[in-house]
């Protein structure tokens, strides 16, 4: 078969998927309220991401090529960053942002074993495991409870001169963190400032991208979030050019070498270099620099991918209207509901958000938070169960207070029965973090919600708790 034929019959097949999955995707079901599942997230799609992966299917290039390399430049572009890592998952964006900032390279500034990271306790606990498993204490910083981020006047409280190294925050269920103050902190004491932007890609801070303030920052392309490449995440670097060749060295299995898969000798000197005690000239691709896992995705991924960034603007607006239509449906229910306020606003109203002067936010949000007041008659509890009963999808807000999760305890008996040192600190009672893992519940924003059912949920809550 010529060349000319080949491409006839891929172009076929590409034209049969998109013509199935149009069919498929475009028959219309109905919603039926009370039957069907409003869940709180999920992948939005049609054909073209369909016919990206079976496309790069059919080159059969199954680890990070040209799909990867391109997504990665879109991806930079979008956050308005210098360079763009791919790797399997946000957990795994985590792991390789953090351990970045513990390689030699950065001489004085390296974070060592012993060392100690300010962060808070409510979140989820890949933003916190990184920094135990190299060996740094993390010390959990209390959150504003409508908010859900970090209460920025114990910063100074969580420092301790010599020890604190860096801040690792998550911007919360997407509303950006006080970055005003948090970036001048970090300033003022040349602290490292990791963003976990992995639920928030399309947040604004004064009109410019979360995700592009810190030092490093991730992101997370699971499903419920805002692109999905099935698994996925990202590791971004702002500025420094140097922090990119640590994190591309600890997701490539600590090596030395920085050619991309498939080619070889880029540096010009692949048989030329002495390092550590190997004998001059051994082959750069097998020298290791770090130690170093293998956390690549798949180039198909990269391909559906770099089509869900064609939409993701219209994805960022459409969470936002969402979360709008939601508030304002709700609006009344204050009496027995505390309602998630944007960072840096005083108060909400339908009329439009009131903003404290020091900075205005524009969240991208991930989901629609409420915490159901501890005077209200109905409790978290119940209303969970509502919106189970009609096939509702609701989340209480991750880990809640993570010091209060087994593996947090444990690690606390641990060291206690051992005569170690605590393996974390507490900076007050937690009594924010507390409040929404006892309050906290969420329901989704996500662009596949309709306002047919996103009045069916905020109906469901109205009848719920009145």
């Known amino acids: ?62 680890t990070l090529g040209k799909e990867g390399s391109a997504f990665e430049k879109e991806l930079a572009k979008f956050l308005d960053v210098r360079s763009t890592l791919l790797v399997n998952s946000g957990s795994s964006a985590n792991l390789v942002a953090f351990s970045a900032l513990t390689s030699h390279r950065l001489e004085e500034r390296r974070i060592k074993a012993g060392d100690e990271v300010i962060t808070v306790a409510a979140g989820f606990p890949t933003t916190v495991a990184p920094i135990i498993q190299n060996g740094v204490i993390p010390v959990f910083c209390d959150v504003d409870p409508l908010t859900a981020n970090i209460k920025v006047e114990q910063l100074e409280d969580a420092y301790v001169e010599g020890k604190t190294k860096a801040v690792m925050l998550a911007h919360a269920l997407g509303n950006p963190f006080n970055l005003s103050e948090v970036q001048r902190f970090c ?38 979030h805002h692109i999905t490449m099935g698994e996925g995440g990202s590791v971004n670097i702002p500025k420094q050019a140097l922090l990119k060749l640590v994190a591309e060295s600890i997701r490539d299995w600590g090596r030395d070498c920085w050619c991309p898969s498939g080619k070889d000798n880029t ?32 180039d198909v991924q990269a391909a559906i991918g770099r089509e869900q960034l064609k939409k993701f603007p219209d994805f960022v607006q459409a969470r936002i209207n969402n979360w709008d239509f939601l508030r304002n449906q709700l609006s009344g229910q204050e009496d027995r509901i505390d309602f998630m306020l944007p960072t840096h606003a005083k108060s909400w109203s339908s009329d439009g958000i009131t903003w404290d002067g020091v900075a205005e936010t524009k969240p991208s949000w991930f989901a629609f938070m409420m915490l159901v007041k501890e005077n209200s008659k109905f409790s978290r509890r119940e209303l969970a169960k509502v919106l189970d009963k009609h096939h509702i999808g609701n989340r209480m807000f991750f880990g809640g207070n993570m010091v209060r ?25 937690l009594e924010g973090a507390d409040r929404i893992m006892n309050e906290s519940i969420f329901v989704g924003t996500y662009p596949g919600l309709t306002e047919e059912k996103l009045k069916y949920i905020s109906t469901t809550i109205i009848n719920a708790i009145t």
């Open 1 to 62: 078969m010529s060349t000319t034929d080949l491409e006839k019959l891929r172009q076929e097949i590409l034209e049969k998927t998109k013509q199935y999955i149009d069919l498929r995707e475009n028959t219309p079901d109905g919603f039926k309220e009370g039957v069907d599942t409003v869940p709180y997230a999920g992948r939005v799609y049609d054909s073209n991401e369909v016919v990206a992966g079976v496309g790069s299917m059919l080159d059969f290039w199954l």
């Open 187 to 224: 300033q003022d004491k040349n602290l490292w400032l990791i963003e976990d932007n992995c639920d928030a890609l399309g947040s604004l801070y004064n009109g410019k991208p979360t995700g592009s303030f810190g030092d490093i920052s991730t992101q997370s392309f699971y499903p419920p």
């Open 267 to 298: 540096c010009n000197k692949r048989y030329d270099q002495q390092l550590g005690e190997l004998p001059e000239g051994y082959d750069h691709k097998y020298i290791y620099s770090h130690l170093g896992y293998n956390l690549k995705p798949l």
């Open 405 to 429: 999760q087994p593996v947090f305890v444990t690690l606390k008996e641990l060291a206690k029965k051992d005569g170690k040192p605590m393996p974390f600190r507490v900076i007050g009672d």
